[in-house]
């Protein structure tokens, strides 16, 4: 069984910069994938970023690539995104979400077996 609860959300102008923290609870995540997603106002929930909690290796969406990204701390059981050069579009709720094991299709919501509350993101022009 595992926990998480997402925090860090907020409001920042284009430009400026978030970290959202991830904070897991029941688990001491071995060989879980931990992967973020996002989902605005009437649009599907859309993969930012995921990272292998064993292996460090990380996974990005296209559209954040360069500008985000994904880590976490193993003593404090927390992943986080590092979010640079918002822009408005990024406006959203944010969800953490786990899957206790790898798999390859790690841009999937329908994989991760565990999710969080969510954080909203809003970002002004």
């Known amino acids: 069984q595992v926990q998480l609860v997402e925090s860090g959300g907020g409001l920042e102008q284009a430009g400026g910069s978030l970290r959202l923290s991830c904070a897991a609870s029941?688990?001491?995540?071995?060989?879980?994938?931990m992967g973020w997603f996002r989902q605005a106002p009437g649009k599907e929930r859309e993969f930012v970023a995921a990272?292998?909690?064993?292996?460090?290796?990380?996974y990005y969406a296209d559209f954040v690539k360069g500008r985000f990204t994904i880590s976490r701390d193993n003593d404090k059981k927390t992943v986080y995104l590092q979010m640079n050069s918002l822009k408005p579009e990024d406006t959203a709720v944010y969800y953490c979400?786990?899957?206790?094991?790898?798999?390859?299709?790690?841009?999937?919501?329908?994989?991760?077996?565990?999710w969080g509350q969510g954080t909203q993101v809003t970002v002004s022009s």
């Open positions: 990272v292998s909690w064993n292996t460090g290796t990380t």
């Open positions: 979400a786990a899957r206790g094991s790898w798999i390859s299709t790690w841009s999937s919501a329908r994989v991760y077996e565990y």
């Open positions: 029941g688990s001491t995540f071995n060989n879980y994938l």
